[in-house]
Protein backbone atom coordinates (compact mmCIF):
# COMPACT_ATOMS: atom_id res chain seq x y z
CA UNK A 1 0.00 0.00 0.00
CA UNK A 2 1.59 3.50 -0.79
CA UNK A 3 2.71 5.22 2.58
CA UNK A 4 2.81 2.58 4.52
CA UNK A 5 5.40 2.45 7.23
CA UNK A 6 7.09 -0.92 7.57
CA UNK A 7 9.61 -1.63 10.66
CA UNK A 8 11.80 -4.34 8.81
CA UNK A 9 14.66 -6.21 9.72
CA UNK A 10 17.78 -6.82 7.40
CA UNK A 11 20.76 -8.59 6.56
CA UNK A 12 22.87 -5.96 4.87
CA UNK A 13 26.00 -6.94 2.92
CA UNK A 14 28.24 -3.78 1.48
CA UNK A 15 28.71 -6.12 -1.53
CA UNK A 16 25.34 -6.50 -2.46
CA UNK A 17 23.24 -4.44 -4.44
CA UNK A 18 20.33 -5.95 -3.47
CA UNK A 19 19.85 -6.84 0.35
CA UNK A 20 18.13 -9.28 2.14
CA UNK A 21 14.55 -8.96 4.01
CA UNK A 22 14.67 -10.89 7.19
CA UNK A 23 11.14 -9.91 8.80
CA UNK A 24 8.57 -6.89 8.30
CA UNK A 25 5.95 -6.23 9.91
CA UNK A 26 3.75 -2.98 9.25
CA UNK A 27 3.76 -0.51 11.97
CA UNK A 28 0.40 0.93 12.25
CA UNK A 29 -2.40 -0.52 9.77
CA UNK A 30 -4.20 1.83 7.20
CA UNK A 31 -7.64 1.53 6.30
CA UNK A 32 -8.70 4.69 5.37
CA UNK A 33 -6.11 5.61 2.92
CA UNK A 34 -6.69 2.77 1.02
CA UNK A 35 -10.26 2.72 0.57
CA UNK A 36 -10.75 6.60 0.26
CA UNK A 37 -10.63 7.09 -3.51
CA UNK A 38 -9.34 10.76 -3.01
CA UNK A 39 -6.58 9.88 -0.05
CA UNK A 40 -5.27 6.49 -2.30
CA UNK A 41 -5.03 9.15 -5.01
CA UNK A 42 -3.39 11.59 -2.87
CA UNK A 43 -0.93 8.79 -1.29
CA UNK A 44 0.53 7.34 -4.82
CA UNK A 45 1.37 10.97 -5.42
CA UNK A 46 3.10 11.47 -2.46
CA UNK A 47 4.96 8.00 -2.47
CA UNK A 48 6.52 8.84 -6.28
CA UNK A 49 7.55 12.24 -5.00
CA UNK A 50 9.17 10.93 -1.49
CA UNK A 51 10.81 8.18 -3.47
CA UNK A 52 12.02 11.03 -5.81
CA UNK A 53 12.65 13.61 -2.82
CA UNK A 54 14.64 11.55 -0.42
CA UNK A 55 17.96 9.97 -1.47
CA UNK A 56 19.55 10.04 1.74
CA UNK A 57 20.72 6.29 3.16
CA UNK A 58 21.30 7.77 6.41
CA UNK A 59 18.66 7.46 9.05
CA UNK A 60 17.02 10.72 9.85
CA UNK A 61 14.75 10.41 12.70
CA UNK A 62 13.07 14.49 12.34
CA UNK A 63 11.86 13.09 8.73
CA UNK A 64 11.20 10.33 9.40
CA UNK A 65 8.71 11.26 12.53
CA UNK A 66 7.45 14.32 10.24
CA UNK A 67 7.00 11.29 7.78
CA UNK A 68 4.92 8.91 9.92
CA UNK A 69 2.46 11.51 11.69
CA UNK A 70 1.76 13.16 8.38
CA UNK A 71 0.83 9.70 7.42
CA UNK A 72 -0.76 9.11 10.53
CA UNK A 73 -3.14 12.28 10.07
CA UNK A 74 -4.32 11.09 6.18
CA UNK A 75 -4.81 8.10 7.73
CA UNK A 76 -7.64 10.39 9.94
CA UNK A 77 -8.31 13.00 7.98
CA UNK A 78 -12.00 14.24 7.17
CA UNK A 79 -11.81 18.09 6.00
CA UNK A 80 -9.37 19.78 3.92
CA UNK A 81 -8.44 16.03 2.58
CA UNK A 82 -7.97 18.31 -0.75
CA UNK A 83 -5.31 20.63 0.62
CA UNK A 84 -3.47 17.58 2.33
CA UNK A 85 -0.73 17.03 -0.43
CA UNK A 86 0.23 20.61 -1.16
CA UNK A 87 0.72 21.58 2.86
CA UNK A 88 2.49 18.49 3.19
CA UNK A 89 5.05 18.67 0.56
CA UNK A 90 5.42 22.94 1.76
CA UNK A 91 6.32 21.15 4.98
CA UNK A 92 8.69 18.49 3.94
CA UNK A 93 10.87 21.58 2.29
CA UNK A 94 11.92 22.15 5.66
CA UNK A 95 13.61 18.88 6.33
CA UNK A 96 14.91 19.05 3.41
CA UNK A 97 16.30 22.45 4.26
CA UNK A 98 14.63 24.52 1.54
CA UNK A 99 11.85 25.47 3.62
CA UNK A 100 10.60 28.97 1.78
CA UNK A 101 10.84 32.49 3.75
CA UNK A 102 7.34 33.22 4.39
CA UNK A 103 8.06 36.20 6.63
CA UNK A 104 9.31 38.73 4.06
CA UNK A 105 5.51 38.05 2.51
CA UNK A 106 4.26 41.56 1.70
CA UNK A 107 0.95 42.27 -0.34
CA UNK A 108 1.80 42.82 -3.89
CA UNK A 109 4.79 41.16 -4.01
CA UNK A 110 6.68 38.55 -6.24
CA UNK A 111 7.78 35.45 -5.02
CA UNK A 112 11.23 34.58 -5.80
CA UNK A 113 11.27 30.72 -6.49
CA UNK A 114 15.03 30.74 -7.15
CA UNK A 115 15.86 32.01 -4.15
CA UNK A 116 12.93 31.15 -2.28
CA UNK A 117 11.36 34.69 -0.53
CA UNK A 118 9.38 37.21 -1.14
CA UNK A 119 10.40 40.69 -3.14
CA UNK A 120 8.82 43.75 -4.22
CA UNK A 121 10.61 43.74 -7.41
CA UNK A 122 10.21 41.10 -10.44
CA UNK A 123 13.41 38.76 -10.42
CA UNK A 124 15.84 39.02 -12.88
CA UNK A 125 15.43 35.56 -13.99
CA UNK A 126 11.75 33.70 -14.88
CA UNK A 127 11.17 31.56 -12.06
CA UNK A 128 8.55 33.69 -10.05
CA UNK A 129 5.17 34.01 -9.23
CA UNK A 130 2.78 36.68 -9.89
CA UNK A 131 1.49 38.66 -7.48
CA UNK A 132 -1.67 36.50 -6.99
CA UNK A 133 0.48 33.10 -6.91
CA UNK A 134 2.33 35.09 -4.50
CA UNK A 135 -0.64 36.09 -2.32
CA UNK A 136 -2.37 32.06 -2.63
CA UNK A 137 1.35 30.47 -1.69
CA UNK A 138 1.45 32.89 1.02
CA UNK A 139 -1.58 31.32 2.70
CA UNK A 140 -0.05 27.98 1.41
CA UNK A 141 2.58 28.52 3.84
CA UNK A 142 0.58 29.76 6.72
CA UNK A 143 -1.17 26.55 6.68
CA UNK A 144 -0.70 23.29 8.49
CA UNK A 145 -2.62 20.00 10.16
CA UNK A 146 -4.37 21.82 12.38
CA UNK A 147 -5.95 24.27 10.35
CA UNK A 148 -5.97 22.56 6.90
CA UNK A 149 -9.52 22.72 6.69
CA UNK A 150 -10.65 25.96 7.57
CA UNK A 151 -8.81 27.02 4.00
CA UNK A 152 -10.12 26.52 0.71
CA UNK A 153 -8.41 26.63 -2.85
CA UNK A 154 -10.13 26.21 -5.91
CA UNK A 155 -9.39 23.60 -7.99
CA UNK A 156 -7.57 25.69 -10.66
CA UNK A 157 -5.00 27.56 -7.06
CA UNK A 158 -4.65 24.14 -6.10
CA UNK A 159 -3.32 23.20 -9.93
CA UNK A 160 -1.84 26.14 -10.10
CA UNK A 161 0.37 25.94 -6.39
CA UNK A 162 0.63 22.22 -6.48
CA UNK A 163 2.96 22.58 -10.20
CA UNK A 164 5.04 26.01 -8.61
CA UNK A 165 5.61 23.39 -5.31
CA UNK A 166 6.95 20.95 -7.85
CA UNK A 167 8.83 23.48 -9.99
CA UNK A 168 10.31 24.79 -6.65
CA UNK A 169 11.68 21.24 -5.92
CA UNK A 170 13.21 21.07 -9.33
CA UNK A 171 15.02 24.40 -8.91
CA UNK A 172 16.59 23.18 -5.30
CA UNK A 173 16.70 19.34 -5.48
CA UNK A 174 19.28 18.24 -8.06
CA UNK A 175 18.00 15.36 -10.51
CA UNK A 176 14.23 15.93 -9.85
CA UNK A 177 12.21 14.74 -12.35
CA UNK A 178 8.52 15.31 -13.46
CA UNK A 179 6.13 13.24 -10.95
CA UNK A 180 3.90 10.97 -13.50
CA UNK A 181 1.50 10.65 -10.99
CA UNK A 182 0.35 14.06 -10.80
CA UNK A 183 -1.44 13.66 -14.53
CA UNK A 184 -3.45 11.03 -13.16
CA UNK A 185 -4.38 12.76 -9.89
CA UNK A 186 -5.51 15.81 -12.05
CA UNK A 187 -7.50 13.56 -13.96
CA UNK A 188 -9.35 11.80 -11.27
CA UNK A 189 -10.50 15.18 -10.03
CA UNK A 190 -11.74 16.46 -13.34
Not at 13 to 33: G, H, M, N, W, Y
Not at 46 to 65: Q, V, W
Amino acid sequence: MPLSVIEMEVEHVRTRDIQRLKEAKVCFPLSSIPSHPVKNTIALFLAEALYRLIRTKEADPKLFDYLSNSIRYLEILEQGIANFHLVFLIHLSRYLGIFPNAASYASGVYFDLLNGVFTPQIPGHPHYLNKEESAIFSRLLRLNYENIALHSFSRKERTTIIHHILTYYRLHVTDFPEIKSLAVMQSLFD
